[in-house]
């Protein structure tokens, strides 16, 4: 069953997220701030991050980073209130991203994402000619 992380947000979001979540069929952590995040990364493998940009206790940046080293196939989906960093430049800002969305995004919406992106990866290597 595929993992995944939230990170950050405000408590009432992340809980909406996870119930969304769960109901895809997905293993649901729910992480408040950096160290939290850290620790699930260093014990489990993770699929998807889901990851608030502007954590209240730490930085959404460093828990990215941590994950590139930790769990490298594990894909962020970085949710952010700006729309700098919402206009693509978020993936020349961290290698593991592969999504961007704002934080008044339908949750159903993040759900199906999330579930879309917590699919095995297929690697080339993988097709069939």
Not at 37 to 51: N, Q, S, T, W
Not at 86 to 98: E, M, P, R, V, W
């Amino acid at each position: 069953m595929p993992r995944v992380l939230i990170v950050g947000g405000p408590d009432n979001i992340r809980w909406i997220w996870k119930t969304h979540l769960d109901q895809q069929g997905l293993e649901v952590h729910v992480a408040a701030d950096e160290d939290a995040a850290i620790e699930f990364l260093r014990r489990m493998d993770i699929d998807v991050i889901v990851l608030d940009v502007m954590l209240s206790h730490g930085a959404g940046f460093a828990v990215s980073d941590y994950a590139q080293f930790r769990r490298p196939d594990a894909r962020v989906i970085f949710v952010t209130r700006d729309d700098f960093l919402s206009g693509g430049a978020i993936f020349q800002l961290s290698a593991n991203a592969c999504a961007a969305i704002p934080a008044h995004f339908r949750p159903a919406d993040m759900a199906a994402m999330v579930a879309h992106y917590a699919q095995p990866q297929r690697r080339p290597a993988d097709k069939v000619a």
